[in-house]
């Protein structure tokens, strides 16, 4: 299996980050600065009776009249326990179905991956995030960085290749510190060797590519070779249909073609960019594994023929051309490996040491500008929701004008009669 050969690769890379003081002291994470909630909590307060939030809620919707966006901003904005996490997470499943569901504002979104860090219910915020559709949340490529982080700090890196995944689905790799956060996250689920569904692999494989592509570094050359294998292996077994379900890829067949062409890139780069061994040990691997169960299915294929031909599956035949280069590709993988070595562009550190290093070098360096812009942010969002307050405040009186009136009016007209 290609876990086997991460196995074997991978054991130097618990040795590091068992004895190596800078993976230990976890100086890649982001600075507690870049976390802090203190700008956050500064904001001007709306105390809120989320009780009366909620029966205001429940009765609009009762007449199938629309909530607004300010009022689902206000209850998450006034959570106070983990119970009021569950309450929210209901209304904004509400206001998601709702008329209203376009106007779910950035801030509410943010506050809400807040308010479930601060309350202990980050499995919400990973929840909503994956159900997006369901619930709205599209976060901010800092919010992102939050919760990502937040995961990090637990070594539960599972959770924040999740995290990951849905980065990649909203194609929201801007920021570079985001870029480098992802590819810490991935190497380092990478490093505990998982076992992976075709669809983890597909997730995995697009989050590697495309993140990978914003780094031309030694990182992210890896991550793009890792994810046009991992994808490759899927387009191998189930088909190209089964690489492009779901994901924002390229739709044209020829991934582990295009994973070699990485390996070309890099040996004819004149730059001192080089490819971890251990992806390489992993490519390796997915061949054999490929090799065998193409063997397995050839066999297979024979003995049904001989017995009739019964329950033998239809193959698409672009899939099957591709199949048949696997002997090529194996072919071609060993002369460039063996060529990428005696041009010493086969780095000895694996890839999780790779991207530790990336992160400790450059996140520092890029966590000033996000905080520049989160500040200009909290500014936009300020002034736009004392707009929709006031906005809001106008449209209760003039409703309430409007109700004396016709009351008025009404009273004139029963002293007539």
Not at 18 to 29: D, G, I, K
Not at 138 to 144: E, G, K, L, M, V
């Amino acid at each position: 299996m290609a876990a086997s050969v991460w196995r074997r690769c991978m054991t130097a890379a618990v040795k590091v980050q068992r004895l190596s003081p800078s993976v230990s002291t976890r100086r890649w994470l982001l600075s507690a600065a870049y976390s802090d909630a203190t700008l956050w909590e500064a904001r001007e307060k709306d105390p809120q009776n989320l009780a009366l939030l909620a029966s205001n809620m429940d009765r609009t919707y009762e007449k199938n009249l629309p909530v607004s966006s300010l009022t689902v901003s206000q209850f998450v904005d006034n959570i106070s326990s983990r119970e009021e996490v569950d309450q929210a997470e209901y209304y904004l499943y509400k206001f998601r179905h709702s008329p209203n569901c376009w106007y779910l504002r950035d801030w509410t979104i943010h506050s809400w991956v807040r308010q479930c860090l601060k309350y202990g219910a980050r499995d919400k915020a990973l929840h909503t995030l994956q159900n997006k559709v369901q619930y709205g949340i599209f976060p901010d490529n800092f919010t992102f960085n939050l919760l990502i982080d937040s995961y990090l700090r637990d070594e539960d890196f599972k959770s924040a290749s999740s995290v990951v995944g849905e980065v990649m689905l909203q194609e929201a790799f801007d920021l570079p510190s985001t870029q480098i956060l992802s590819l810490y996250t991935l190497a380092s689920y990478l490093a505990t060797r998982p076992q992976l569904t075709v669809s983890q692999e597909r997730a995995l494989g697009a989050s590697l590519l495309i993140c990978g592509l914003r780094q031309d570094s030694s990182v992210g050359v890896t991550a793009r070779f890792l994810g046009n294998v991992l994808l490759g292996k899927v387009e191998m077994q189930k088909g190209i249909h089964a690489v492009f379900k779901g994901m924002p890829l390229f739709w044209e067949r020829g991934y582990m073609s295009r994973a070699l062409a990485v390996m070309d890139g890099v040996a004819a780069s004149a730059g001192d960019v080089k490819l971890a061994k251990d992806s390489l040990a992993f490519l390796e691997d997915v061949l054999h594994e490929l090799s065998s169960t193409s063997s397995d299915s050839s066999d297979s294929s024979g003995d049904e023929s001989a017995g009739g031909g019964e329950g033998k599956e239809e193959v698409d035949e672009d899939d099957q051309a591709e199949r048949e280069k696997l002997s090529e590709y194996d072919s071609k993988f060993k002369a460039m490996v063996s060529q990428l070595e005696s041009q010493g562009k086969v780095d000895a550190s694996d890839f999780r040491t790779l991207a530790t290093g990336l992160a400790q070098q450059l996140l520092p360096s890029v966590e000033r500008p996000d905080l520049d812009q989160y500040e200009t942010a909290l500014r936009a969002w300020e002034a736009e929701r004392r707009q929709l307050i006031q906005r809001e405040r106008e449209t209760r009186r003039k409703a309430e004008e409007e109700k004396r009136e016709r009351l008025a009016a009404k009273a004139a007209m029963q002293q007539q009669a």
